[in-house]
């Protein structure tokens, strides 16, 4: 299949609405509660009202960070990882290491991706991250799909690793 731009896309994983709806609910959830327990139950001190008042105002933020995304998902080309309206994640001759173990700080049904060269910082919420030499791609992804994108991804890595066989 072809891409926006004619290149051919080898992967590609969709976010499906309800998915997005689940993410948005459970952060704007979150967000009320906290804001609930920092305002009107009884908390040690005022500065963990604060805190709490503060997570739970970032938390209904990034709820309509979600709602305001318009990324249909993810896909993976010959040369990048990108959103599926275009906008690059990550060239993958950039890449160094894929990483997808368990216990690592990545998102949900993720992986992560460590850079060669630091890149802008940049942020889809509930979709990806870039913030450094880092990129955390997952959590409203579907596990499977993602699975696939980080295993193809690792596997160019390693093609172009010195000393490996081709």
């Not at 990048?80 to 950039?94: F, K, V």
């Not at 060669?116 to 992804?141: D, I, K, S």
């Amino acid at each position: 299949m072809a891409g926006t731009d004619g290149e051919e896309v080898l992967l590609r994983v969709e976010i499906a609405p309800a998915r997005r709806f689940v993410a948005m609910a459970l952060s704007a959830l979150i967000g009320l509660w906290m804001i609930y327990v920092g305002l009107w139950l009884d908390v040690p001190s005022t500065l963990w009202r604060a805190g709490l008042v503060a997570v739970g105002g970032l938390a209904l933020v990034q709820a309509v960070r979600i709602r305001a995304t318009a990324v249909p998902g993810i896909e993976l080309t010959a040369t990048e990882l990108r959103e599926i309206g275009g906008r690059r994640i990550a060239a993958l001759d950039g890449v160094v290491e894929v990483q997808r173990s368990f216990g690592l700080f990545k998102p949900m049904n993720g992986f992560v991706l460590h850079l060669a060269a630091p890149a802008r910082a940049a942020m889809v919420p509930g979709v990806w991250w870039r913030f450094g030499r880092r990129v955390a791609v997952g959590g409203m992804l579907p596990r499977g799909g993602a699975r696939q994108i980080a295993l193809r991804m690792e596997a160019q890595v390693k093609a172009r690793a010195p000393g490996s066989v081709s």
